[in-house]
């Protein structure tokens, strides 16, 4: 039988590492993950907030949060670990698009 | 009088022993407690002040609270205020932040 992972041992892997965390209501965070709790309570280094501008939502505002955050669980709907977030996902688009052509 | 007993309840493993990379949002929580601090509610909007008072909620007792909204600008200042917990978004320890936004 195959082993199988929590999905709080995914999360517990990521500690450490750079980590991608979408929110309810279109908000982005992503940060460096120090670590969890059971509610999935996140404590972050190097955070950067992703919001979408309220009189403008095609326009994305970017905020760095230079100090230690601890983020509520109770907002988090998905987390992907070892990304870097929205602008690395748009470079590594980009360099696809450079290696095809 | 008897000594309270492990009453030996199924419980959720412990991940193995806290590492010193490791901080749980406890941890977090306990190191802000009595410093500066911006919380950051769902509304966007934020208050800096120091944290005199928390809890396992993230109820909030705040002191020489500043209360700054959506565009940043300082709205308000409380001696002292009460954030009820489901409203957090995130606390941010204020260790490296300059005064304005």
Request: aromatic letters at 4%; glycine letters at 8%; a negative charge.
């Amino acid at each position: 039988m195959a082993t199988r992972i929590l999905p709080l041992e995914l999360i517990d892997k990521a500690i450490g590492s750079q980590i991608w965390i979408l929110m309810r209501g279109s908000k982005e965070v992503v940060g460096t993950l120090r670590g969890f709790d059971d509610y999935v309570n996140l404590v972050l280094d190097d955070a950067i907030e992703y919001t979408p501008d309220p009189n403008d939502r095609t326009n994305i505002i970017t905020k760095k949060l230079d100090a230690e955050i601890l983020l509520n669980g109770n907002q988090i709907a998905i987390l992907v670990p070892g990304s870097g977030g929205p602008d690395s996902l748009a470079q590594q688009q980009q360099q696809q698009q450079q290696q095809q052509s | 009088m008897s000594e309270p007993t492990n009453t030996g309840t199924p419980q959720v493993p412990e991940t193995a022993a806290p590492e010193d990379t490791k901080r749980t949002p406890s941890d977090f929580l306990k190191s802000v407690l009595g410093r500066p601090a911006v919380v950051k509610l769902n509304s966007g909007i934020e208050y800096r002040g120091v944290l005199a008072c928390l809890d396992g909620y993230l109820n909030i007792a705040m002191e020489q609270t500043q209360e700054f909204g959506l565009d940043g600008q300082l709205k308000a200042t409380y001696g002292d205020c009460f954030i009820r917990g489901n409203n957090v978004l995130h606390i941010s320890s204020q260790a490296k932040r300059k005064t304005g936004l």
